[in-house]
């Protein structure tokens, strides 16, 4: 990260250097194809231009919050907490003039106007594509605007406060939904894509670079996150809390303070407005990795290595290619951090968190060293149980004397044998047992002591008219119960 405009305190410094001026929480900036830098520095109420050489200018707006008119030049026309600007092929600057609900235009000869739009509820981006039209993201009204020369029109309606955006080469739009933690992909064809979902916190703003890279500022996680055209996801900047750090050293570690937008700038450079700090900073990404994603093959029970619904407090396998050490690998279920037992380059055995009961559905994500490398959705319930096995059809039991439960082992009629599963879930609903189609006791369903998300259940083997032999077992609990095929050996 390096600092390029705003000594991070509160007030203007026209005519100066750049890094001496004086932001206050700038929200929004933009480059010109001259390398002029525009910046929205809203609680100035001001649009400051920073030249290539470094001095830096205001160019619209009075500094006092105001509903100027259009026509003047635009230094004597007042703006309200101006949070976005953009500049079009011609010059052109636009204004997200937020609490004025308007969006102005500042033309190359200096005077200011307004875009004729539809009643406006608090337009937060604008974006002028290369075909002289425009888009306007209105948060309160849950829309994206495009305004061309016949009118205007809803690009997309329904959405959850959506923000930032972005046009790719193609013609695709990108856009942010704050409150719905989205990122999506607007095709020409009319086709929405999620993009990298379940990873967001409130996702702010977005830009697309000429390679197809996205890249996502994230005011929840204070990072700045890419997807390359691969969907690998990776964090660029920012350590996830709140602060300032950083400047000339390693973006991993520097901190950001609510970065509330970003822009492609020169050589691939990203330019960050870090509102909190009164900053715009900018960042040199290194080279997306030639590594493709690696997809999570399969999703199972850590105990009949079965796939199906996830019930929370479980083990769990995931099987895939080229996972990581426990040490580098995360996994997330609904953006929940799970614990990771075990890991090495094809399998992760983890615990479903807790936390997870009651949710609708799952998103569980995979990271290695911060990078994203595979996802897969799956069904959530109350209870998935399942016992481990020993041998092909064996439980995994002891015998009342402690000796593991085997057909040369068997336990006798009337003792006590204790299973081991999982996927009991959190309800703390009673458990029944059969053995051999007879209901037996259960003196003990419950959590391993130090083993979280192992499952402990002791029985009693029926006594006097059980058949001696392999006897089938199945557990039940919350509606659900263990595979089928287990048994234990009986006398």
Not at 117 to 143: E, F, I, K, W
């Amino acid at each position: 990260n390096t600092l390029i405009a705003g000594g991070g305190d509160l007030a203007y410094g026209d005519g100066g250097s750049a890094t001496l001026a004086r932001l206050n929480h700038p929200a929004g900036v933009a480059i010109d194809s001259s390398g002029n830098m525009y910046i929205a520095d809203r609680d100035n109420h001001r649009i400051r231009r920073v030249a290539p050489e470094g001095t830096v200018s205001t160019v619209a707006g009075t500094g006092d919050a105001g509903n100027g008119p259009d026509g003047l030049l635009a230094t004597l026309s007042a703006l309200d907490a101006p949070t976005s600007v953009a500049v079009d092929s011609s010059g052109n600057v636009y204004i997200a003039d937020t609490a004025n609900q308007r969006v102005r235009v500042l033309t190359p000869n200096g005077t200011i106007g307004g875009v004729a739009v539809a009643t406006l509820g608090t337009p937060s981006y604008v974006l002028p594509d290369q075909n002289g039209d425009l888009y306007v993201s209105d948060s309160a009204n849950g829309t994206i605007l495009k305004v061309t020369p016949n009118g205007t029109f809803v690009a997309a309606a329904n959405l959850q406060s959506p923000r930032g955006l972005a046009l790719d080469a193609n013609g695709a739009l990108y856009f942010t939904e704050v409150d719905g933690k989205h990122v999506k992909r607007l095709d020409p064809s009319g086709a929405v894509t999620l993009l990298g979902e379940g990873v967001w916190s409130i996702p702010r703003s977005v830009a697309v670079d000429s390679g197809g890279s996205v890249f996502v500022a994230d005011t929840g996680l204070q990072q700045i996150l890419r997807i390359d055209p691969s969907g690998l996801i990776t964090r660029l900047a920012g350590t996830g809390a709140a602060g300032f750090s950083g400047d000339g050293g390693d973006a991993l570690s520097a901190q950001l303070g609510f970065p509330w937008d970003i822009a492609i700038g020169p050589n691939g450079t990203l330019l960050i407005a870090d509102l909190d700090n009164n900053r715009i900073r900018q960042l040199t990404p290194g080279p997306p990795s030639a590594t493709p994603p690696v997809a999570i093959l399969n999703v199972v029970n850590a105990a009949s290595l079965q796939p199906g619904p996830i019930a929370a407090g479980m083990l769990l396998d995931l099987f895939g290619a080229g996972i990581s050490s426990a040490d580098a690998a995360q996994v997330l279920f609904n953006g929940i951090a799970a614990s990771i037992l075990y890991a090495d380059a094809a399998r992760l055995l983890v615990r479903a968190p807790p936390e997870i009961a009651g949710h609708p559905g799952l998103r569980i994500e995979v990271f290695n060293n911060n990078a994203r490398i595979g996802e897969i959705s799956a069904a959530i319930a109350t209870a998935a149980p399942a016992l481990y096995m020993s041998a092909p059809g064996q439980a995994m039991a002891l015998n009342q004397d402690g000796t593991a439960n085997a057909p040369a082992n068997p336990a006798a009629r009337g003792s006590i044998v204790v299973l081991f599963g999982t996927g009991e879930g959190v309800s703390g609903a009673d458990a029944t047992v059969s053995i051999g189609g007879y209901n037996a006791d259960v003196l003990y369903s419950g959590d391993v002591e130090g083993y979280p998300g192992l499952w402990q259940i002791n029985a009693r083997v029926p006594a006097g008219y059980v058949a001696p032999g392999n006897l089938a077992v199945v557990v039940s609990i919350a509606g659900a119960s263990t595979q089928p095929g287990v048994t234990i050996a009986v006398n």
